[in-house]
């Protein structure tokens, strides 16, 4: 629906969401219901409530709509799709347990304000009033004229409906936040109070230089048990990864190089004599020998191939141009028209029929569909005012609801070529039927102007593809490899991998569904994640992956499975590491001071060969000579005047303070001003933590993995 979804230009519903194909995802429903009967239709609960395949497939699939339309990567979404559903269910429920309602006149009233709506200007009269009643007369048109528009509107309006009752949801508990007199009067003693101190500080990078610290497992371990919550994990895999590009080589680059220029002069067996040079049918010539199919559309000078759009405007029609290379392909261009582009505004009607794109649900068959728009084209080309009449045939809803209008474009539009073609070829008025793969278009021409010069060009293309020699020899390389850590420890498996400068990567938490693997984006990506994480899988494993199309190898090597609960020590390594070495050396140089018993910090200086300092520091904004050292302020305010502080486990090292000076320096600002600036930032700060406490507190099962590993059994 992509493509379609682009001819409709105005979708009033973002139809590319409301979409008439659900995704089939991973597994067939109907296979899974009669394996394990209706259970596998659950993918998890929520405080007790089911969330669905349906439920999942659909916010999927929004998701990926969302992201094609966006320029974004589709895969890798199953994970914020899952993510979503848990916390609108959340949502959901919380809504409901305060007696909140959202009622139908409700919903109608704060749909201008939803981000789906509040954006669209059509939606909206010249005095900025919403066009509600119009648009429920579209939905009530939809639910006599085109049922599945009509129930894919009706998900889309639950995932709306989750966004109000989110809105209301927070904008009542918000309002109840406060701050206290004494609050305030705290932030503001904070704000202008002064310590002025001299200290010294042990820093840890420099201390690390003469004293190395090994962080072990169990040092990490330790961390991971003093802050649970933030550990806490759902089931993961730690790879080793290898991969094994099957890029040609210098020899398969002149091959192609070399059958190109052939085609060009001499031609081919499938083509006889005939060379693209001389032929007179270049539509065929390339679709017999070219790499991509033939595009019979006008593109402007901007859109041509670099190597050759400096020379189209003084060429004359029938000039080739190349061989020429494009990144990874070989091609020749043939010069066959030039002509001003003209923009077009056309309206159309799409007549569907069972099984074609824009099928759906619909019933009738193609020889119907045929009938029907035949007989609709032939009443609107000798009277093009009945057109809107018709309207209620169309299975594009979006368009219909702008009277059938696809609104102004040009040959550089992306529509389906058949489109492009009759608006190129026909004037301001002309009526047809035009068979594309979504069905039958009874398309009008409402009005024609002209605009740039535009080139319509036959590019015979060759990909520069890998050699069965060379893939032969990647196979050869990469199975190797496996034999060689075959059994081997994941130590072993590395420093092959990089003795033998492959390249190899380790990611370390891998989930069931991310989708994608970092530094590799390949179609395997979900294959490697769904082997990596079979009920049978055990560490140490390996197997080796073809990437399709490509003959790239991926060897994979299971370097641990981690279940549901706490993080594995290994798997957030790197992201704790700096932290705890920096706590075990924090204890190292604390220990040593307290055992120095040093009543001044010139001699706590001289221990550890570094430099008395003095700053002014302030609890609210805790900055100690450009480093944030909260503990550090709190040290200095808490400990008495000439006294020598207790070393101190900061950000950036461990200090020693002595307070010399304590001043007050008021700030601009009464205390009701603090009071509502204190309660601002709460109520903003209010609405994730908020979230975060329900899904914290909720008793959330996901049953994905276990569905998964069923149906692989």
Do not use: C
Request: aromatic share 8%; glycine share 6%; charged share 25%.
């Amino acid at each position: 629906m992509a493509i379609l979804g682009q001819i409709r230009n105005r979708p009033w519903l973002l139809m590319g969401i409301i979409a008439v194909a659900m995704l089939a995802f991973v597994v067939n429903p109907d296979s899974l219901e009669k394996l394990f009967g209706a259970e596998p239709g659950v993918y998890g609960k929520v405080n007790g409530e089911e969330i669905t395949k349906e439920d999942f497939d659909d916010q999927l699939f929004m998701l990926q709509q969302q992201a094609q339309q966006q320029g974004q990567p589709t895969k890798g979404l199953e994970e914020q799709a899952w993510q979503l559903l848990v916390q609108s269910k959340l949502i959901k429920q919380q809504f409901e347990k305060m007696g909140l309602t959202l009622t139908d006149d409700m919903f109608w009233n704060q749909l201008q304000f939803d981000p789906m709506f509040a954006q669209n200007k059509e939606l909206f009269d010249e005095k900025g009033n919403f066009k509600v009643q119009e648009l429920k007369g579209q939905v009530e048109q939809m639910k006599g004229t085109n049922v599945e528009a009509y129930n894919n509107w009706l998900k889309t309006r639950r995932s709306i409906e989750y966004r109000m009752m989110a809105r209301q949801l927070f904008a009542n508990v918000t309002s109840g936040i406060t701050a206290s007199k004494k609050e305030a009067e705290e932030i503001m003693k904070e704000r202008d109070q002064l310590a002025d101190i001299d200290f010294v500080k042990v820093d840890y990078t420099e201390y690390a230089k003469k004293n190395p610290v090994k962080v072990t497992t169990n040092d990490l371990a330790d961390y991971i048990k003093k802050h649970p919550i933030l550990f806490k994990r759902e089931a993961s895999r730690n790879l080793g990864l290898v991969y094994f590009p099957a890029a040609p080589s210098a020899q398969d680059d002149a091959s192609t190089q070399a059958e190109i220029n052939k085609l060009f002069t001499e031609g081919s067996d499938v083509s006889g004599k005939e060379s693209f040079q001389n032929t007179t049918n270049d539509s065929m010539f390339i679709a017999l020998n070219s790499d991509m199919p033939f595009n019979p559309s006008y593109f402007s000078k901007d859109q041509l191939p670099m190597s050759i759009r400096d020379k189209v405007a003084t060429a004359s029609v029938g000039a080739t141009f190349g061989p020429y290379k494009e990144q990874n392909f070989y091609v020749v261009s043939k010069l066959l028209d030039k002509k001003p582009s003209d923009s077009t505004l056309s309206r159309h009607i799409l007549v569907s029929y069972k099984g074609n794109q824009a099928g759906g649900d619909a019933t009738r068959t193609k020889e119907q569909a045929k009938k029907l728009a035949d007989s609709i084209g032939a009443v609107v080309k000798a009277d093009p005012s009945k057109f809107t009449e018709f309207l209620k045939y169309s299975a594009d809803p979006s368009s219909a609801a702008q009277g059938g209008s696809v609104g102004w474009t040009t040959p550089a539009t992306p529509f389906v070529p058949e489109y492009l073609h009759f608006l190129a070829t026909n004037g301001k008025g002309a009526t047809a039927v035009v068979e594309t793969q979504y069905g039958y278009h009874i398309i009008n021409i409402e009005d024609k102007k002209s605009g740039a010069m535009t080139y319509k060009v036959a590019n015979l293309v060759k990909a520069i593809k890998a050699s069965d020699k060379t893939e032969n020899e990647i196979y050869t390389k990469a199975t190797k490899f496996i034999q060689q850590v075959q059994g081997k420890s994941f130590n072993d498996f590395a420093n092959i991998a990089k003795k033998e400068n492959y390249n190899f990567s380790n990611p370390t938490e891998i989930g069931r569904f991310q989708g994608q693997l970092p530094g590799l984006g390949t179609d395997k990506d979900g294959d490697i994640i769904a082997w990596a994480f079979n009920k049978k899988r055990e560490k140490g494993d390996t197997d080796i992956f073809t990437v399709d199309g490509t003959g790239d190898k991926i060897v994979a090597y299971v370097n641990g499975i981690q279940d549901a609960g706490m993080a594995s020590p290994e798997a957030v390594r790197e992201q704790i590491e700096p932290i705890v070495k920096n706590k075990l050396m924090a204890k190292q140089i604390s220990d040593k001071i307290s055992a120095a018993k040093a009543t001044s910090l010139d001699q706590i200086a001289r221990q550890f060969g570094i430099t008395k300092q003095s700053a002014q520091v302030n609890m609210l904004n805790p900055q100690v000579n450009g480093a944030m050292e909260p503990r550090v302020a709190g040290a200095a305010f808490g400990v008495a005047k000439n006294k020598l502080s207790n070393p101190v486990e900061g950000m950036t090292g461990v200090y020693v303070v002595l307070k010399k000076s304590e001043t007050t320096n008021k700030q601009p600002g009464d205390l009701k001003q603090m009071t509502e600036a204190i309660a601002g930032q709460s109520s903003q700060r209010f609405g994730q933590a908020l979230l975060k406490s329900l899904q914290d507190n909720a008793k959330i099962k996901d049953y994905r993995i276990e569905i998964y590993n069923k149906v692989s059994q």
